[in-house]
């Protein structure tokens, strides 16, 4: 019994080995050749495409299915799965999805003073529950990463999109504001599963020196819903009730459901739920548990390049929120507008920064990377985050800093207010792409780097919106715009070290894992060992039963 466990845990290993090795070789055997990819589509429809199951030793415990390298290298055919066309379709449907999360953050936010007065509280209540909002937008990832990453991408889009879609229901006909606040915090946890799963579906279906193009369009959502969000809901209160901005919502989210279900296929390489193939069911709930927990997302900060540039894109929420969040109690009395209306008119000059920016960010992101390739032959994933040091350190920092002392001593009206904001939008389009695109390139395939991006930036983004309004009463916006530009500035440091040090330190880290699984598997066949000869000692054979009876 043991020589067999010994077997199977020597199997289990070289699988492992096998599915994360950098060698040309295991990337060709890890694939099945074009007849039987062409007779499996034949036999199973367009929209399942193939996965590799890797089918680990089920005598083994759940650490054999943590991956040992942070960098995986995944077969180059695996990107020619679908055609370029169908490509298209998820990618907009995708970056429809993230829309709906963030537009709902901020839509609210023109309503604030109608909220606050229907339930009988004030504004700063009511912007708590959209702080509260954005701190359930960054626990969220945690649960539904791990889970995506064990049962693919597809069921956990189709559900996270029905339970949006009731919740939104749910908030337009809430009859008091514990109601308001609970469905608020659900929409929350179910709409930034669009999010984190659009960006690991990209990262499944787009080879790295295109990603970045592709993952710009999709971050267009991501970031025109909160620019757009506070003018839409301008101008429905201004002319309807603010409970219409939910309707809409839910209308969008029914569109984001059926969208789901009929366009968008499993795109996942490898399901977690492949390796539990044969296990019994105690030892499968186990290893479930173990897959699904949620430490696994904040395990992957170890690596100080995940956790600088996750501070990098924290950097960048902070100073989108806390541009937008204050908008309406900021600009309204200084330029004497009277009506919601017209102060979200303001939120489209960061929106149609973010427009301009799709068409041009991600394109740099991956032209960088192409130009290093050439110039060194090979692709090293820290070389993407070139692309976003200028625009991080020179031009956000510089336009928040003129917008908030602007604004604060009354120098150059509505126009100048409006072009900063403009151009931040824009290069904030020029960042995102490149910090979450390498993500994508330095952990292939695993859902839970970007939820460890999205969980820390997410929870800066609910502490600037909570603390902005009472900060800029304190301070002033022109000294809480210092301390934005000042934090993206840092920010810019932390990834311009991770350029230098991110390799050295990803190496390091994934060798201490390797020694520890070696170690590992050394003691645990050394206990097999032990048992086995135990099992041999305690053996009655008949010879021996009859000398002990002589």
């Avoid at 937008?137 to 945690?142: A, V």
């Avoid at 924290?314 to 507008?337: G, H, K, Q």
């Avoid at 900060?471 to 934005?484: H, L």
Wanted: glycine share 8%.
């Amino acid at each position: 019994m043991s020589q067999a466990d010994n077997t199977r845990r020597q199997t289990a290993d070289q699988s492992q080995v096998s599915m994360h090795s950098h060698s040309s070789t295991s990337s060709s055997s890890s694939i099945h050749t074009d007849e039987t990819r062409s007779s499996r589509d034949t036999a199973q429809g367009p929209d399942l495409l193939d996965r590799c199951p890797t089918n680990h030793s089920h005598s083994m415990g759940p650490d054999v299915i943590e991956p040992i390298n942070s960098v995986i290298e995944i077969p180059d055919e695996v990107y020619d799965r679908l055609p370029p066309h169908r490509k298209l379709i998820i990618v907009s449907l995708l970056a429809f999805c993230s829309f709906l999360a963030p537009i709902s953050s901020t839509s609210v936010l023109s309503a604030t003073p109608e909220v606050a007065a229907e339930y009988h509280t004030t504004g700063s209540i009511v912007n708590l529950v959209n702080a509260f909002y954005m701190l359930f937008m960054g626990l969220s990832p945690m649960f539904w990463a791990p889970l995506s990453q064990v049962y693919g991408r597809r069921i956990v889009t189709l559900i996270t999109a029905v339970a949006f879609l009731l919740c939104s229901v749910a908030t337009a006909l809430s009859p008091n504001l514990a109601a308001f606040f609970v469905f608020r915090l659900l929409s929350a946890f179910e709409g930034t599963s669009f999010i984190l799963v659009g960006s690991a579906v990209i990262g499944d279906i787009y080879r790295p020196t295109e990603r970045g193009t592709a993952l710009g369009w999709f971050l267009s959502g991501t970031l025109v819903g909160p620019a757009l969000g506070p003018f839409i809901g301008g101008v429905i209160v201004t002319y309807k009730s603010w409970r219409v901005i939910f309707w809409l919502q839910t209308a969008l989210a029914g569109i984001a459901a059926i969208g789901s279900y009929f366009l968008l296929p499993e795109t996942i390489y490898h399901k977690g739920a492949d390796d539990l193939v044969g296990y019994s069911v105690k030892r499968k709930a186990k290893v479930l548990a173990h897959m699904m927990n949620p430490w696994r997302v904040i395990r992957l900060w170890e690596y100080p390049n995940l956790l600088l540039t996750g501070l990098a894109t924290s950097a960048l929420i902070w100073n989108m929120y806390s541009l937008l969040t204050p908008i309406r109690y900021v600009l309204n009395p200084r330029y004497n507008l009277t009506t919601p209306l017209q102060g979200g008119l303001f939120y489209l000059a960061p929106g149609c920064g973010y427009l301009t920016g799709t068409f041009l960010g991600g394109r740099y992101a991956d032209f960088v990377v192409k130009k290093y390739i050439k110039k060194r032959g090979i692709r090293i994933p820290e070389d993407r985050l070139y692309s976003a040091l200028p625009f991080m350190g020179i031009v956000i920092p510089g336009c928040v800093l003129i917008y908030g002392w602007c604004v604060e001593k009354n120098v150059g009206g509505i126009p100048l207010t409006v072009v900063v904001l403009y151009l931040q939008g824009v290069a904030q389009l020029f960042c995102f792409p490149s910090l979450n695109t390498y993500c994508l390139d330095v952990m292939p395939g695993r859902s839970e780097v970007i939820a460890g991006n999205y969980v820390i930036r997410y929870l800066f983004a609910c502490t600037g919106t909570a603390v902005v309004l009472p900060a800029i009463n304190e301070i002033g916006v022109g000294g809480f715009s210092t301390i934005s530009a000042a934090f993206v500035c840092v920010s810019t440091i932390g990834v311009y070290v991770s350029i230098r040090c991110g390799k050295r330190w990803r190496e390091r880290i994934d060798a201490k894992k390797r020694a520890a699984r070696k170690m590992h598997n050394q003691r645990k066949s050394a206990q097999s060992g032990d048992d086995h000869v135990r099992a041999q000692q305690n053996v009655t054979t008949p010879q021996t039963q009859q000398k002990e009876e002589v």
